[in-house]
């Protein structure tokens, strides 16, 4: 079982820059992939960006251009760079990590993007 920390989040000018960061207990390079998700208030979930275990990513249309994800499979380590904020992008920030049969999640993080 794998369990997921969140860190980085806050209050952040549009236009600003923020890394998040997710702490993983176990290995994540057994994952599958690596994820993050964002749930803004009266919103459901959604995807923001993954990592495959081969490396290869895919964004969501509302943030290709501005957010970055990378892994650290040493220190098991998955980031999202944000950069270019806007206030839309205000949520709940989460981490998820999906084994292949499990999906896994962090408990979130507030990402706050004041206009």
């Known amino acids: 079982q794998v369990q997921l920390v969140e860190s980085g989040g806050g209050l952040v000018q549009a236009g600003g820059s923020q890394r998040l960061s997710c702490a993983a207990s176990?290995?994540?390079?057994?994952?599958?992939?690596m994820a993050w998700y964002r749930q803004a208030p009266g919103k459901q979930r959604e995807m923001v960006a993954r990592?495959?275990?081969?490396?290869?990513?895919n964004y969501a249309d509302f943030v290709k251009g501005r957010f970055t994800i990378s892994r650290d499979s040493a220190k098991n380590l998955v980031y999202l760079q944000m950069t270019s904020l806007k206030p839309e992008d205000t949520a709940v920030y989460y981490c998820?990590?999906?084994?292949?049969?499990?999906?896994?999640w962090g408990q979130g993080t507030q990402v706050t993007v004041s206009s």
């Open positions: 998820n990590a999906y084994d292949g049969i499990r999906n896994y």
């Open positions: 990592i495959t275990s081969g490396g290869s990513t």
């Open positions: 176990g290995s994540i390079f057994r994952m599958n992939a």
